[in-house]
């Protein structure tokens, strides 16, 4: 099993920047960390993870050049750091672990393990 608890989050302003934090605790190798986000009244969407090697990272259009996935394999933490930020980059983000390598990475049900998620408000 793999627990998974994010930090970060909060209000920025447009144009700002964030990192989000997540702690892997549990299982600590063998799987491939994501982020996905969920604004109100929107299905879950994916952001960003890496590929089941872990030397190349996959993003969403949405925020390819603005956001950058990264990890500390000695931390057992993965983070998100979010430039250049928008409003409709609103959401609350979840930290999520695949246990087996897959095409699917942009689909929620690819993910085995999931945290509570961090809510990240951009205001105008």
């Known amino acids: 099993q793999v627990q998974l608890v994010e930090s970060g989050g909060g209000l920025v302003q447009a144009g700002g920047s964030l990192r989000l934090s997540c702690a892997a605790s549990?299982?600590?190798?063998?799987?491939?960390p994501g982020w996905f986000r969920q604004a109100p009244g929107k299905e879950r969407e994916f952001v960003a993870t890496?590929?089941?090697?872990?030397?190349?990272?996959y993003y969403a259009d949405s925020v390819k050049g603005r956001f950058t996935i990264s990890r500390d394999n000695a931390k057992n933490t993965v983070y998100l750091q979010m430039s250049t930020l928008k409003p409709e980059d609103t959401a609350v983000y979840h930290c999520?672990?695949?246990?087996?390598?897959?095409?699917?990475?942009?689909?929620?049900?690819?993910?085995?393990?999931w945290g509570q998620g961090t809510q990240v408000t951009v205001s105008s």
């Open positions: 549990g299982r600590t190798f063998g799987y491939a």
């Open positions: 999520a672990a695949r246990v087996a390598p897959t095409s699917l990475y942009r689909v929620p049900a690819a993910y085995d393990y």
């Open positions: 890496f590929s089941w090697s872990g030397d190349r990272s």
